[in-house]
Structures are given as structure tokens and as C-alpha cells.
């Protein structure tokens, strides 16, 4: 069973960078996509970026499009999400998922596996 902690969020003015972590434990880790999903206050969790098992293919939502750069390191289990540009409408708690599956998806539906959360706030 993979469990994932994210680290890495905070407060950060518009224009700013922030990069989150998703450290992954257990043994698959390069078996399984990963994705970055956020939820607003009072809105549904929607997809930011993910990436295949093994880094060679990403995809990203088209609201953070040139903006943001989904990455693995799968030698040390863990997901990164570099947000550069960021805008106040990119407020939201982040949360990275793993699927069962070296294949990115991009509906909350298909991962099986969410770390709990980490709240970025871009103030204007």
C-alpha cells in the first residue's frame, strides 16, 4: 500500500514561485502515475498535472499550461510540482494522487491513492 505525504506549500505573492513535494513510500513507486489535483474552497478537485511511471510523459490542465512542470524522482519516491507565475486564482489545497497504473490519468476517479493536502495561497 503506498502512502504519500505533501510538503511545500505556504503563502506566496503573485508573480511568485513555490514548489511542492509528494514523498511516496512502499515499493511501486515507479509502477504508478502521478498527478496533482487542487480543490478550492467550495469548488470540486480538479486536475493540475501528471506524470507517468516512469517521467517520459506529462500532461498538464490548460489553466497552468507553460506555467507549472510536473516531475519524479523515482530514486527517492517522490513527485514534485515547480509553480512559477502563479496567480491568486491558483489558490487552492494541493494534493498529489497515485494510480495503479504507469499511465497519467486526469479524473480524480482514477487514482486510487491521495496524500492529505497542502494548502498554496497566492495573495495579490
Known amino acids: 500500500q503506498v502512502q504519500l505525504v505533501e510538503s511545500g506549500g505556504g503563502l506566496v505573492q503573485a508573480g511568485g514561485s513555490l514548489r511542492v513535494s509528494c514523498a511516496a513510500s512502499?515499493?511501486?513507486?515507479?509502477?504508478?502515475?502521478m498527478g496533482w489535483f487542487r480543490q478550492a474552497p467550495g469548488k470540486e478537485r480538479d486536475f493540475v498535472a501528471a506524470?507517468?511511471?516512469?517521467?517520459?510523459?506529462?500532461m498538464y490542465a490548460d489553466s497552468v499550461k507553460g506555467r507549472f512542470t510536473i516531475s519524479r524522482d523515482n530514486a527517492k519516491n517522490t513527485v514534485y510540482l515547480q509553480m512559477n507565475s502563479l496567480k491568486p486564482e491558483d489558490t487552492a489545497i494541493y494534493y498529489c494522487?497515485?494510480?495503479?497504473?504507469?499511465?497519467?490519468?486526469?479524473?480524480?476517479?482514477?487514482?486510487?491513492?491521495w496524500g492529505q493536502g497542502t494548502q498554496v495561497t497566492v495573495s495579490s
Open positions: 494522487a497515485a494510480r495503479g497504473s504507469m499511465n497519467w490519468g486526469t479524473r480524480p476517479y482514477e487514482y486510487g491513492t
Open positions: 512502499g515499493r511501486t513507486f515507479s509502477s504508478r502515475a
Open positions: 506524470i507517468s511511471g516512469r517521467g517520459l510523459s506529462t
